[in-house]
């Protein structure tokens, strides 16, 4: 396809999926428009939504020590998330889950915040030799969604414990306003465990034996024995990214890490150095696309931004000699991972179009009351 950019935001021709319109306006900003009305409440609703969601959560967990689950990163979205429910005089119990990849920066934020705001926290640490024996199989597989196994675990978790309280409300920081954005090919299958147990059947080495996970059926359980809901709170409120950073570094005493999830020293080696390096695939685009269409920033603004280094070099040469030591790589053997052919999800097994169909249940459980 020859190299072609939208021209209402900033989304182009590297994601191969992309269609445009006889305008030059692409298919994610068609897509950004329509899952803003199904999922954003209109503004003049929003006061009486929250205040009957906020009903709903409460009289569930009446008689309960916790009203809800939320997950913390120690990122923006997450620890905003912990702020308004507490603002809204929930009863929060708050997961994290240590995949060995946290930030010295993130561990400091979660314990900070979450004890100014008064919130308990269950930290799940996971087994790190079945972890890694898993994030090198994706390595491996040669997909650009290398961040599956930990996001896998994450939904995984934040289920499970909530079915473990009895608490029917699991609240999100996912948003319509800075996440809509991501190419399918870029980021698929974080609720795919077949995807998941073929990538590790084909390069995994060990069993994946206490790995957070559930199926399409587990799920199933979840949604429709426990009636659990995921609940996208920002899609509530007027969430505004800057303004959000704005009040937890100043209420909460909160720091900025510098980038989209680059809490995790992980996510910031896989973002700014090997997507960029093997796939030619910089999510800036689409992190700043999704802020240029909610209005949050302009697009000469973000294609400005895309003119500064995705990450200092220095710190991106720190990075891959740590993760590489961490894994157990050589140089030799990352630069040959980096050189192999490159795949999508769609050359292994998945249950991408069951996955389809109970995705669209999941997002019916997401909407907001009415």
Known sequence: MQYKTCTRCIMDTTDP???????????????????????LVPLDERKDKLAALVAEIKASGQGKPYDCVIGVSGGVDSTYVAYIVKELDLRPLAIHLDNGWNSELAVANIQKTLEKLGIDLHTHVIDWMEFRDLQLSFLKAATPDGEVPTDHAIFALLYEMAAKHNLKHVITGTNVVSEAILPEKWGYGYFDWAYVKDVHRRFGTSRLATYPHFSLAKLAYYIFVRKIRLVSILNFIDYDKKVAMDVLQNELGWVYYGGKHYESIYTRFYQAYLLPRKFDIDKRKAHYSNLVLSGQMTRDQALAAMQEPVYPEK?????????????????????????SPNKTFEDYKTSHGLFETAKRLVNATRRYIG
Do not use: M, W
């Open 17 to 39: 999926d992309i269609v445009f319109d006889e305008n030059g306006v692409c298919s994610h900003c068609h897509r950004y428009d329509r899952v803003a009305g199904q999922r």
């Open 315 to 339: 710190l991106l040469i720190e990075d891959r000699d740590y993760v590489t030591k961490k894994l157990g790589l050589k140089g030799p053997e990352l630069d040959a991972i980096v050189a």
